[in-house]
């Protein structure tokens, strides 16, 4: 995850004041080599460099076409035509995209799946549309993947997007960002990267220090669940990239080893080791009561990935 990493820090460290951009989308998708159509959603935080460049930190979800459910988080540097005034403006924008995919082993014994991560090139162009007087802006974007080995896509996809308050960006909302620690407990929902997606109860108890003006550092106590898929329960620790878009609402990124005390059901080698990756908002309430709401993946070497969606609240000291 290096070179999203790096991209992620180059978004957090950017010192502009330019208005930051957050847009969800939805759309179609079609794969090249398998002649599939299927449905593709994504998110996107943006960061203006001056007039013509920016930045973007992206989730992409390809899908679910027959034989692969792909998805993944990518980094991408914008040349765009012009500054966000009301009406139209287009950019185009290259950069890498780590993807996990849980591919179809067409096998009737043994394993029938298997979760495959690496690196593909992404491409993307858009035309945005800014509405007068208003934060708010459509966009159309299509986005072209090509990871070496696997199928090809192309989506195309509609955004609802808002611009907040250009800040610097560190963490407004402290006296001092060496003051902030909270604990906060989550509950939600996990779901086995698997074919069939098996899904459980799941529950985290968070405990996160501010370490810097854009760096956070965490340990989580995970329990996900206990039907065979998901029966895996340990303690993670991570380092966050941390942005503030105004002085409630912070978006993050989080990376980090996840050791496991217990591990799902599965045939072959099973690791006590694997990864997590985490995308999450925090909104402060108020000084000392602060929301929280993530995603997270599991990543390992022995094809039990999971997505963990956990939403909670926590008290900050």
Sequence with gaps: ?????????????????????????GGALRVKE????????????????????????????EGHPLSHHRDGVAS??????GSNAPGWSFGAGIGQYYYFDTSDLHSTTGARYTNDHGW???????????????????????????????????????????????????KLHLDGSSADEAITLMAGQ?????LRSE?????????????????????????????????????????????SLNQKVELG???G?????????????????AGLVTVGARYHIDRRVVAEATWNRVVTDYHRDADLFLIGLGYSF
């Design 190 to 194: 996990g779901i086995t990267n698997s």
């Design 34 to 61: 398998a002649d599939e159509a299927t449905f593709s959603a994504g998110a996107s935080y943006s960061h203006p460099l001056g007039e013509h460049f920016a930045l973007s930190l992206d989730y992409l979800n």
């Design 199 to 243: 899904t459980a109860a799941i529950a985290a108890l968070e405990y996160r220090r501010a370490v810097g003006r854009y760096v956070d550092w965490t340990v989580t106590a995970l329990y996900e669940g206990n039907s065979a898929q998901s029966k895996r329960n340990g303690v993670a620790t991570q380092l966050w990239l941390i942005r």
């Design 253 to 255: 990124m989080g990376a």
């Design 120 to 170: 593909a090139n992404i491409y993307s162009v858009q035309a945005t549309y800014h509405y007068p007087d208003s934060r708010w802006y459509n966009q159309l974007l299509v986005t072209r993947i090509t990871p070496s080995g696997k199928d090809s896509t192309t989506s195309l996809m509609l955004g609802v997007g808002y611009q907040f308050n250009g800040v610097k960006g560190d």
């Design 1 to 25: 995850m290096q070179r999203t990493l790096f991209a992620a820090a180059a978004l957090a460290v950017a010192g502009m004041t330019s208005a930051q951009e957050v847009t969800v989308y």
């Design 76 to 81: 991408q540097l914008w040349v765009r035509s």
């Design 257 to 273: 080893p996840y050791f496991n005390a217990q591990v799902p059901d599965g045939e072959g080698q099973r690791s006590h080791r």
